[in-house]
T-cell receptor
C-alpha cells in the first residue's frame, strides 16, 4: 500500500531564505506527483505537477524535483516571503489507479 | 481559469438530517472526487467518479453516497448525518488526455465546513 510522508511536519524560516520541503513515497510505480498549497480554512491550490517521466518542474520561485527510484520529491522555494506561509502537501497518483495518496503536509511559516 | 465550485462554505446540520454537498466544475473534466480532511488524519478519499453515472468507493465510503447525473456536477450525500461526520469536505476534479483514464492536474474547490450538532 502506497504511503506518502512529509517531514518535517512544521518549518519556520526567516524571510528571504531558500528552503526545501520533502516528500517521500514507498511505491515507485507512480503515474505522477503533485504539490499543493493550502491556506487555513481553504481548499488546496495546485502548485506543480510532475509526470513520472519528468525530473523537475518550475513555476516562478518554485521548483519541484522527482526521483522515482528513490521514492522522493522535493519542493524548493527561493527567496521565501511571508505570503508563502501555508501548509504544503504532496500527492502521488499510483500507476493504474485514479486514486491519489496524500501526505499530511508541512506547515511553513515565513517570518518577516 | 479553472473553476471548481462548492455550493456551501459553511453548513450546520442536526444529527439525523439528510445533507447534500454540491460540487460543479467548468472544465469538462471526467474525474471528480470527494475528500474529507480532519486534523491529524489528512485527506481521505470518500468517493470518486470517472464518468457520468460512474462511481467508485474510496477509503471511507461508509455513511456517504454520491450522485453524478451530469458531467459537471458531483454531489455528496449524507443520508443521516452524525456528529462524527463533522469535517471539512473538499471536492476536486481532473481531466484526462489521450484516451487514458488517469492523468492531469487535480483542482480543488474552496471546501465546505460541515458541523453536525
Amino acid at each position: 500500500k502506497q504511503e506518502v510522508t512529509q517531514i518535517p511536519a512544521a518549518l519556520s524560516v526567516p524571510e528571504g531564505e531558500n528552503l526545501v520541503l520533502n516528500c517521500s513515497f514507498t511505491d515507485s510505480a507512480i503515474y505522477n506527483l503533485q504539490w499543493f498549497r493550502q491556506d487555513p480554512g481553504k481548499g488546496l491550490t495546485s502548485l506543480l505537477l510532475i509526470q513520472s517521466s519528468q525530473r523537475e518542474q518550475t513555476s516562478g520561485r518554485l521548483n519541484a524535483s522527482l526521483d522515482k527510484s528513490s521514492g522522493r520529491s522535493t519542493l524548493y522555494i527561493a527567496a521565501s516571503q511571508p505570503g508563502d506561509s501555508a501548509t504544503y502537501l504532496c500527492a502521488v497518483n499510483q500507476g493504474g489507479s485514479e486514486k491519489l495518496v496524500f501526505g499530511k503536509g508541512t506547515k511553513l511559516t515565513v517570518n518577516p | 481559469d479553472v473553476k471548481v465550485t462548492q455550493s456551501s462554505r459553511y453548513l450546520v446540520k442536526r444529527t439525523g438530517e439528510k445533507v447534500f454537498l454540491e460540487c460543479v466544475q467548468d472544465m469538462d473534466h471526467e474525474n471528480m472526487f470527494w475528500y474529507r480532511q480532519d486534523p491529524g488524519l489528512g485527506l481521505r478519499l470518500i468517493y470518486f467518479s470517472y464518468d457520468v453515472k460512474m462511481k467508485e468507493k474510496g477509503d471511507i465510503p461508509e455513511g456517504y453516497s454520491v450522485s453524478r447525473e451530469k458531467k459537471e456536477r458531483f454531489s455528496l450525500i449524507l443520508e443521516s448525518a452524525s456528529t462524527n461526520q463533522t469535517s471539512m469536505y473538499l471536492c476536486a476534479s481532473r481531466g484526462t488526455s489521450g484516451g487514458a483514464r488517469i492523468t492531469g492536474e487535480l483542482f480543488f474547490g474552496e471546501g465546505s465546513r460541515l458541523t453536525v450538532l
